[in-house]
């Protein structure tokens, strides 16, 4: 059913009625039933509606909220929105009074509404997910703390460093994914209900009652604005895009990581695929579609930005379209973060020995620490690994007449900082590669997520 009847004389045609109706928003039912509770509640504290209407309204409601939870919730083809088929049930449930149900209410503000208290639910989701990737990762990285690997930098081998060392940096990174979340939540937990079809109502609503009864943080500002914006949707979208990106990095890694070229992690069977082609073959197609799943959600985040860009205020039609966009990104997000959490527990990651020109810089930092401006330190080195190249040697070869013949103020001893392994573990810096450093990370990272209450999903289902 549509709930525009009376000024039209006829309805739209088939090709008319599938184009203008977007059955995705069924997914909002229960969104839609509790902003309907909260409204009748508010409608009947403030007189608008008797106490009786309110109690069969409310009774109602709470049988479609039961059919909703059950599952057993049936729409009709007829129905153009979610928010017909409750308002149509509602009348089968409960008769005429259930025309009330819409007093000082539009769909605009409804839409409005359903949105923010879905994506509010699906924003704690996603970050107690991402704090379970996170804590996955921290757990990884500790077992792998004194794992000896390259870091990269243009993906040239750059210092030595952990494998530990590396996950942690993605750790941190799903965290303030985690942190994004939290904050657009803050900016979604706004009930826009009250705010009408655009610029409100003559009757004696309290739409901070309403909002009080969704537990959310406070109520809409301007009417026009509530019904009219949708940047904390985009928001959203922006947090899911970020945090597939920084999935797709990882995804990346782990393409690169599983190739003999590589040589630093191999997958289980459980997650590799094969070739229909090539026997030999053992693919990283998660890692690669977590890549190519990354392409899409940032398409959405550019069709939500687009779809604001040029609506005159307040609302329009086109900000239907922001459902689709917002549950397309999120579900990805979600299937990918339990994805890449399955491979990460089932990938076997392998030490590789840095080439030994990554003690380049330790070789540097021994001059430097006895005074040496590290401009000349550096041109030192260089030139020693220049000169080493020409002959066909590395830094392997070196002895300390040609440490001396380098810079003058190098020691014998020096020779003994000619070790990728060694130096990772002098390297005591804050946020560091030593083993110490990685597990100062997890237990740090494990904390904040602690401070942040709440438990992180656990990372295998
Ligand atoms: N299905 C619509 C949407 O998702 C609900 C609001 C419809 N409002 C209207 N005036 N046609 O945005």
Redesign the pocket.
């Known amino acids: 059913m549509t709930l525009w009847g009376g000024r039209f004389e006829d309805g739209p045609g088939r090709v008319i009625w599938d184009y203008t109706t977007?059955h995705s928003?069924r997914r909002l039912l229960t969104e839609d039933v509790t902003g309907s509770m909260a409204h009748v509640g508010m409608l009947g504290e403030t007189g608008i509606l008797g106490a009786a209407e309110v109690k069969t309204l409310l009774g109602g409601l709470e049988a479609i909220r039961i059919e909703a939870e059950g599952d057993s919730f049936e729409f009709s083809d007829a129905d153009e929105?979610v928010?017909s088929a409750v308002e149509r049930r509602l009348f089968e449930l409960v008769g005429d009074v259930a025309g009330k149900l819409h007093t000082a209410r539009?769909?605009?503000d409804?839409?409005a509404l359903d949105m923010r208290l879905y994506t509010r639910r699906a924003a704690a989701d996603r970050i107690s997910q991402l704090h379970g990737f996170a804590v996955a990762m921290a757990d990884v990285a500790q077992s792998h703390a004194a794992t000896i690997v390259p870091s990269l930098t243009h993906l040239q081998q750059a210092q030595a460093t952990t494998l530990g060392h590396h996950l942690m940096a993605y750790a941190w990174m799903a965290l303030r994914d985690a942190d994004r979340f939290s904050a657009a939540r803050s900016r979604i937990d706004v009930s826009p209900l009250g705010a009408g079809?655009s610029a409100g109502t003559s009757l004696p609503i309290d739409p901070e009652s309403t909002a009080r009864r969704l537990e959310m943080g406070s109520a809409f500002e301007n009417s026009l604005d509530a019904v009219g914006s949708r940047d904390h949707l985009a928001e959203y979208v922006f947090c899911c895009a970020q945090a597939m990106a920084d999935l797709s990095r990882l995804a990346e890694e782990f393409v690169l990581w599983v190739t003999p070229e590589f040589g630093r992690a191999r997958l289980d069977d459980s997650v590799s695929t094969g070739s229909s082609a090539l026997p030999q073959k053992r693919n990283p197609d998660i890692a690669e579609l977590a890549r190519g799943r990354a392409a899409r959600v940032l398409g959405l985040l550019t069709s939500i930005m687009a779809l604001q860009k040029a609506l005159p205020l307040a609302?329009n039609?086109d900000?239907?379209e922001d459902?689709r966009l917002v549950f397309e990104a999120d579900d990805t997000l979600a299937t990918t973060l339990a994805a890449m959490v399955e491979l990460l527990g089932h990938t076997e990651f392998f030490e590789v020995t840095p080439s030994i020109e990554t003690a380049s810089l330790d070789l540097a930092e021994a001059l430097v620490a006895r005074g040496i401006p590290f401009r000349e330190a550096h041109e030192a080195v260089g030139r020693l690994v220049l000169s080493l190249e020409g002959e066909g040697r590395t830094l392997r070869d070196v002895g300390p007449g040609d440490l001396a013949g380098a810079h003058s103020a190098f020691i014998d001893a020096d020779v003994e900082l000619i070790d990728p392994v060694g130096s990772v573990k002098r390297r005591i810096s804050r946020g560091g590669g030593s083993p110490d450093s990685v597990h100062a990370q997890a237990d740090e990272l494990r904390r904040r997520i602690a401070d942040f209450g709440g438990r992180p999903t656990p990372p295998t289902p």
Do not use: F, G, M, T
């Open positions: 977007d928003d929105d928010h539009s769909r605009n409804q839409i079809a609302y039609r900000l239907q459902k």
